[in-house]
Structures are given as structure tokens and as C-alpha cells.
């Protein structure tokens, strides 16, 4: 019976193990072991790098970047925000999900690539002040989480089978976790942003 449950849902235990070797990693505090040989990384990024460079020499570059960033941290809030709601049934519902979800999960992807790029840019900046912030390990983590949850759970799920054959309960579950994961990405960025 466990072998059968566990290759229904492999990549469900996959991620879920990935949480509990985080979760381990922060109890045992491997992580604060790790955490001071990045250092010169961060600094090599900020000083020695061309990226680094750009951001700490011409403002307007940053700035640009920035706004770029901020965009396309914008059409992934959107993009969930739609797809989640909709599942939740309190958006578009006389739109089929599967159309909503399919068409969402493209421009989702794109959003991501260039929120990552911009975002490599933008730390690489203040590469420096990061480093030290608590917040910015924690989105990244969450950034982690939201994009493993994203390809590995929630799409695949939801392109196995039509939508009005997947358990309610599961959808409305899957979507307020999407919800969850994401506006904590958010407000993390925000709150570098802040700091």
C-alpha cells in the first residue's frame, strides 16, 4: 500500500522531503555553517563582476532593471492571483479553469525567467547589503518553494486530468497554498525594498 501511494504522488513526497531536508538544515543549523564561505561570492558580485559593476555605477541602469523587475514580479502576482481565484471559483467562472490555467502558466514562466534575471541584477547591485539580510534568505527560499510547488505540484496536477474531475477540496487546497507561498515571495520583496 505505501508503495502505491508513494508512486501516485512521487513528486509530491519529492517536494515534500525537500521541505523537511530544509527544515533540518535550519534546526541543525547547517546553514549558519554554510552562510560565511558565500560571502566572497557575494562580494566578487558586487565588485568584480560586470553586473555589479553596472549597478553600482550607473544609477539609471539600476533604476531601469529595477522597474523591470518589479514588472514582472507584478504578471507572476497576476498571473496566480487569477489562476487561484479562478480555482477557487471567485473569478471567471464562466471561463473553463483549464483555459485559465494553460494560458496563465505561459506568461507565469516568462515572468519568472525575467524576474530572476533582473532580480540576479538587482542583488548584484547591493550584493553586500543582502548578504546580511535575513529577509532576502527567506525569499529566496520562498522564491525556491513558490516555483517548485509552481512546475513540480500544481501544473502537473492540474494537466493530468479535466479540472471537474479533480477532487474540489484538492483545487481549493491547491490554490490557497499557491496564494500563501506567493504573497509571502512578495512581501519578502517588499520588505527588502523596505530595509
Given at each position: ?82 489562476t487561484d481565484l479562478r480555482l477557487l471559483g471567485v473569478l471567471l467562472k464562466d471561463i473553463p479553469s483549464e483555459t485559465i490555467t494553460k494560458g496563465t502558466h505561459q506568461c507565469f514562466k516568462y515572468s519568472l525567467m525575467v524576474a530572476i534575471a533582473t532580480g540576479i541584477f538587482c ?73
Open positions: 500500500m505505501l508503495s502505491n501511494l508513494l508512486s501516485n504522488y512521487r513528486t509530491v513526497a519529492g517536494l515534500a522531503f525537500v521541505v523537511l531536508a530544509v527544515v533540518l538544515v535550519e534546526f541543525f543549523e547547517v546553514r549558519a555553517s554554510i552562510y560565511p564561505s558565500l560571502l566572497p561570492f557575494f562580494e566578487w558580485l558586487k565588485y568584480s563582476s560586470w553586473i555589479g559593476y553596472l549597478g553600482i555605477t550607473y544609477g539609471s541602469v539600476y533604476a531601469t532593471i529595477q522597474a523591470g523587475h518589479l514588472i514582472s514580479m507584478a504578471i507572476i502576482g497576476g498571473t496566480v492571483l487569477v542583488a548584484a547591485g547591493v550584493a553586500d547589503k543582502v548578504y546580511y539580510m535575513p529577509v532576502f534568505w527567506i525569499k529566496m527560499l520562498a522564491l525556491l518553494t513558490g516555483s517548485g510547488f509552481m512546475f513540480f505540484i500544481k501544473q502537473p496536477l492540474l494537466n493530468s486530468r479535466p479540472h471537474h474531475e479533480i477532487d474540489p477540496w484538492t483545487l481549493r487546497i491547491l490554490a490557497a497554498a499557491s496564494i500563501f507561498i506567493w504573497f509571502t515571495v512578495a512581501a519578502t520583496g517588499r520588505w527588502i525594498g523596505f530595509s
